[in-house]
């Protein structure tokens, strides 16, 4: 009997850490499969575009701590594979996914008679391409309400389409859903919206434009910060689509809008003031750039972009994408540098929505904001980049 106490004992321990370490597998189990729903949860949430923003609000607002974080690691691991899959030079990049797409590219946006009017006597068509942040959405809305807001010109028609990658920033993110809720033009691939990733937001747009636009539309690439005179844009566009076809060249131009790029040198000083254009010689190792356009504002055709964007697939990654796309894969593709058109007049100008914003709020503060004959804001000094004819739309 005195021995059979210990062995209960004995038992009864053994027992009662077995189920001690049951009911810890149990909890832990289940703190997992909490853990694995919730992250599967956030990639629906940003991998869809059909979710809608009052789903986002909910998790975010039921978890917001969580929910940040998780967005923040799903960001940096993107980032990684961005790092690993797209940046180096031994891998053929893959395609891009898209979070968001525009909309209405493919409808004629007309309301009334003489508007349908001009719709049918459109005789060429571009979309341009504006690389833009998630979280810039006063820089597009500048864009908005100035050059983007003419959709017909003389039988022409340019769309604006803006190209942000994938933000740290749930806020951020509804914000961007809702915006693109009212406007639908905005276009997410699944890459980081950080700086020193633009080459490759460029190329989402560039795949997108191949996979999604007619072989005989035009293409632009532009930054937020640019304002463009589309009347300038649309006669220097009419003259080398005339002459592409009276010359019967093989191919359409690409015209730097903005400013044409030659004799330009690669930045060597990696902490210097114009850091972020540092390029190592490992990177690139010749003294000068090939000739090319700076990358604020650019043109050319849909069949030039198929050709470059398949060049850009197997090419090493350069991160100043305007000498890498209008430089070093139009130099692999054999085109010359004389198909590089640098217009007789400025086209685009670089930094000036930011300012036209403020001297249109200064303006409305001053003296109160009149609207034109065709719904557009007139304010003062800004005339000349927010006032459209009112001859056209």
């Not at 998780?70 to 891009?96: C, M, Q, S, W």
């Not at 632009?220 to 009276?246: A, H, P, W």
């Not at 390029?279 to 050319?300: D, L, Q």
Request: contains cysteine; hydrophobic residues 40%; glycine residues 6%.
């Amino acid at each position: 009997m005195v021995l059979f106490i210990p062995v209960c004992l004995n038992v009864l321990c053994t027992v009662m850490n077995l189920l001690t370490k049951i009911r810890l597998a149990i909890v832990f189990l289940i703190c997992t499969m909490s853990s694995f729903i919730y992250w599967m949860q956030m990639a629906h949430l940003l991998g869809s575009q059909r979710v809608g923003v009052l789903e986002l609000q909910q998790l975010r607002n039921r978890r917001t701590v969580n929910a940040s974080s998780a967005l923040v690691k799903l960001h940096d691991r993107l980032t990684y594979d961005f790092d690993e899959k797209l940046i180096g030079y031994n891998f053929v990049r893959p395609t891009f996914q898209f979070l968001l797409e525009p909309r209405n590219l493919h409808t004629q946006n007309c309301v009334d008679d003489r508007c349908k009017q001009m719709h049918s006597n459109v005789s060429w068509c571009m979309v341009n391409f504006v690389k833009s942040k998630a979280s810039h959405q006063e820089h597009r809305n500048d864009i908005r309400r100035t050059w983007a807001h003419k959709l017909y010109l003389n039988g022409s028609r340019m769309e604006t389409v803006f190209i942000v990658g994938m933000s740290r920033n749930v806020t951020t993110e509804m914000l961007l859903r809702q915006e693109h809720e009212m406007y639908g033009d905005i276009l997410q691939y699944d890459g980081p919206d950080d700086y020193k990733y633009v080459p490759l937001k460029t190329m989402a747009g560039m795949q997108w434009a191949v996979d999604n636009l007619p072989s005989n539309h035009y293409y632009s690439s532009g930054d937020d910060d640019v304002m463009v005179v589309v009347e300038r844009l649309k006669n220097i566009m009419d003259f080398y689509i005339n002459i592409t076809e009276f010359e019967d060249w093989a191919e359409f131009p690409i015209i730097c809008t903005y400013r044409t790029m030659e004799f330009a040198r690669p930045y060597r000083n990696s902490t210097g003031r114009y850091k972020q254009w540092y390029i190592a010689e490992s990177e690139y190792k010749w003294p000068f750039y090939p000739r090319g356009c700076f990358g604020g504002f650019y043109s050319t055709s849909i069949r030039v972009v198929k050709q470059l964007l398949a060049a850009a697939r197997t090419t090493p990654y350069l991160r100043v994408d305007d000498v890498w796309i209008t430089g070093v894969l139009r130099v692999k593709l054999g085109m010359p540098d004389n198909m590089v058109i640098e217009p007789p007049e400025k086209i685009a100008f670089h930094g000036v929505g930011q300012l036209v914003s403020k001297l249109a709020a200064k303006e409305k503060a001053k003296n109160g904001t009149t609207k034109a004959k065709n719904g557009t804001v007139k304010a003062g000094k800004v005339k000349y980049f927010a006032i459209k004819p009112n001859t056209e739309m």
